[in-house]
């Protein structure tokens, strides 16, 4: 396999309901990322890893749980989620996770439906 | 973080080049210029970056002002796959932030 994949692709889950969305990178990267893209809205930023150290929540609610145990793999971990929290969630990684002259490599994304 | 401005969407004929216009006036030093497209149903794809000078690759060319304020990608030969949303993003960190971005439409 090549550069990002996320696992599953599609999810629906009820509110009570706990379940995790998965990503890996076989590009060797150190830098990994989780966005967010509802509904004719823009990506937004959630989280950031740079060597499985976490360097920037966006203001995510704690239903949000991320964990990054290498640097290959980054997960989010969901539990008691809402309606709104339906979106596409899209995983990303780059080299470093520093300099804006990095490129970032996005999966395909999980669509998630929360009823 | 700097903002960008961009068309809503904007039409292009099959085989025709495509200028694809974004305005990024309050641009610092600093920053780099970041040109991603999303087809539908898929996550971002990257197209091209600069700082100061033109760049080109093998997917398009990136015509940057000399005062940086504004830039354009140019797609030389549009083809029914370069329909997607195009996005203009100023990046002087590991930060991506995006906007609307600019949908563009392929016409046969």
């Known amino acids: 396999e090549t550069g990002v994949t996320q696992t599953p692709r599609h999810l629906v889950m009820g509110m009570t309901n706990k379940k995790s969305l998965k990503c890996e990178q076989h590009?060797?990267?150190?830098?990994m990322y989780w966005y967010k893209q509802s509904a004719k809205k823009p990506l937004e930023l959630m989280f950031v890893?740079?060597?499985?150290?976490?360097?920037e929540n966006n203001s995510v609610p704690s239903r949000f749980s991320p964990e990054c145990p290498n640097s290959s793999h980054l997960f989010l971990h969901l539990h008691t989620l809402q309606p709104e929290d339906s979106a596409l969630y899209l995983c990303?990684?780059?080299?470093?996770?520093?300099?804006?002259?990095?490129?970032?490599?996005f999966g395909p994304g999980t669509r998630l439906l929360v009823l | 973080d700097a903002k960008t401005t961009q068309p809503n969407s904007m039409e292009s004929n099959e085989e025709e080049p495509v200028h694809l216009p974004c305005n990024h006036s309050?641009?610092?030093?600093?920053?780099?210029i970041h040109w991603y497209r999303q087809l539908p149903s898929q996550g971002p794809e990257y197209v091209i970056h600069?700082?100061?000078s033109n760049v080109n690759n093998r997917m398009a060319s990136l015509a940057i002002a000399e005062d940086r304020k504004s830039s354009t990608l140019i797609l030389h030969r549009a083809t029914l796959r370069d329909a997607a949303v195009y996005y203009c993003?100023?990046?002087?960190?590991?930060?991506?932030?995006f906007g609307e971005g600019t949908q563009l439409t392929v016409n046969p």
């Open positions: 993003i100023l990046a002087s960190g590991s930060r991506l932030t």
């Open positions: 590009l060797g990267h150190n830098a």
């Open positions: 890893y740079n060597f499985k150290e976490q360097t």
């Open positions: 990303a990684s780059s080299q470093e996770g520093t300099g804006g002259g990095e490129t970032q490599y």
């Open positions: 309050t641009i610092s030093g600093t920053d780099y």
């Open positions: 600069g700082l100061t």
